[in-house]
Structure formats: structure tokens, C-alpha cells
T-cell receptor
Framework: GNSVTQMEGPVTLSEEAFLTINCTYT??????LFWYVQYPGEGLQLLLK?????DKGSNKGFEATYRKETTSFHLEKGSVQVSDSAVYFC??????????FGAGTRLAVHP | EAGVTQFPSHSVIEKGQTVTLRCDPI?????LYWYRRVMGKEIKFLLH????????ESGMPNNRFLAERTGGTYSTLKVQPAELEDSGVYFC?????????????FGPGTRLTVL
């Protein structure tokens, strides 16, 4: 079946550090891939997406590349800020639009 | 424009009681989804409405859960009777047509605690 696996947290970084959150997926066919973010006290927000192999999604300094050969969609940011502290969810979508999520990775950035 | 809203934000009930969660989607969005996150694990799909019809309810865990969307506007999710394992955060999302491309906009969630 379809599934998403992402690295366990929490991830704790100092401000301006480099961030990588790993995400791999299992799916039939060609799913669309997403990263969602949940800031404290808020709902999930779409951070970025990629709909086909080799696409790169980017937003707010975050990037992720759809790698079909490694079935991965790792999230990266070159220099994190305290305001990036949140829970990040990797997800895929096929069929009738239901999203399939990973377990989430909590990121804590300290000054 | 108002986003997706959910009520209540928190609910604490005892095992065996009934709870009803409400979701108001973004105006004009025909697609409405329910998801839940249990025990800090992955967010799991529960069901999908297109207007007032259930398009996909494959994620509903058992018949203690009943979702409705009368008139194709807001939706309710009733849990009756609640069990301990129902504790978690219940998210609602909505999207425009066509459903295959529409971004899902999420509400803040309802945190349900069953004691």
C-alpha cells in the first residue's frame, strides 16, 4: 500500500544551521508529494509540493526535490530561524485526493 | 476570507460519552475531509465529502463514528460511545473543485481527550 516514512524528531538546531528532514515514500504509480507545516496553535499549512519526478518544490527558503529513483522527498533549508520551529509533515496523494501523511517531525530552533 | 474553522478546540469527555465535532469549510469549497492524529503518530484520513455525499469513507475506524454534511456546508463528526483510543487531534480540511488538483486547506484541529 501507499505509505510515508519520515525521520523521527525532535530535531533541535541553533539559528542559522542547515536543516534536513528525511522523507521516503512507498506508492504505486506517480503520486504528488507535499510538505505541510503546523506552527504552534495553528492548523496544517501547505509548505511546498511537487507533482512529478525531478520537480523541486520551494517556499520560504525551504526546498524539496521529488526523487523517484530513491523514492524520497527530503526537506532542506540552508539557514533556519527561530520562527521555523514547528511540526513538519511529509505527505503523498493519489486517487480520490486523500492525503497520506508521515508521523511528523518536530523542529525546535534555538537562538 | 475566513479559513476552515473547527469547534470545539478542545474536548475532554469520559469513556462511554458522546462527542460531536464540527467543521466549517471555506465558503464555496465542495470537498471536505476529516483526518485524525492519534498519539503523535501519522495523520490518518477518515473520510471525504463532495458536497453532501460521502465520496470515500474508507478511513472511518468503526461504526462508533458518524459523519454528516447536511446541505453540503458544515460537517459534524460524532463519536458514540467514545473509547480511550479515540483520543487525538481531529483535523478538517476543504478544497475547491476539481478535486484532483485543489489544495486542501486545514483547520486548527479539535483535540479530543477521552478519560
Amino acid at each position: 500500500g501507499n505509505s510515508v516514512t519520515q525521520m523521527e524528531g525532535p530535531v533541535t538546531l541553533s539559528e542559522e544551521a542547515f536543516l534536513t528532514i528525511n522523507c521516503t515514500y512507498t506508492a504505486t504509480g506517480y503520486p504528488s508529494l507535499f510538505w505541510y507545516v503546523q506552527y504552534p496553535g495553528e492548523g496544517l499549512q501547505l509548505l511546498l509540493k511537487a507533482t512529478k519526478a525531478d520537480d523541486k518544490g520551494s517556499n520560504k527558503g525551504f526546498e524539496a526535490t521529488y526523487r523517484k529513483e530513491t523514492t524520497s522527498f527530503h526537506l532542506e533549508k540552508g539557514s533556519v530561524q527561530v520562527s521555523d520551529s514547528a511540526v513538519y509533515f511529509c505527505a503523498l496523494r493519489r486517487g480520490y485526493n486523500k492525503l497520506i501523511f508521515g508521523a511528523g517531525t518536530r523542529l525546535a530552533v534555538h537562538p | 476570507e475566513a479559513g476552515v474553522t473547527q469547534f470545539p478546540s478542545h474536548s475532554v469527555i469520559e469513556k462511554g460519552q458522546t462527542v460531536t465535532l464540527r467543521c466549517d469549510p471555506i465558503s464555496g469549497h465542495d470537498n471536505l475531509y476529516w483526518y485524525r492524529r492519534v498519539m503523535g503518530k501519522e495523520i490518518k484520513f477518515l473520510l471525504h465529502f463532495v458536497k453532501e455525499s460521502k465520496q470515500d469513507e474508507s478511513g472511518m475506524p468503526n461504526n462508533r463514528f458518524l459523519a454528516e454534511r447536511t446541505g453540503g456546508t458544515y460537517s459534524t463528526l460524532k463519536v458514540q460511545p467514545a473509547e480511550l483510543e479515540d483520543s487525538g487531534v481531529y483535523f478538517c480540511a476543504s478544497s475547491q473543485d476539481p478535486p484532483g488538483f485543489g489544495e486542501q486547506f486545514f483547520g486548527p484541529g479539535t483535540r479530543l481527550t477521552v478519560l
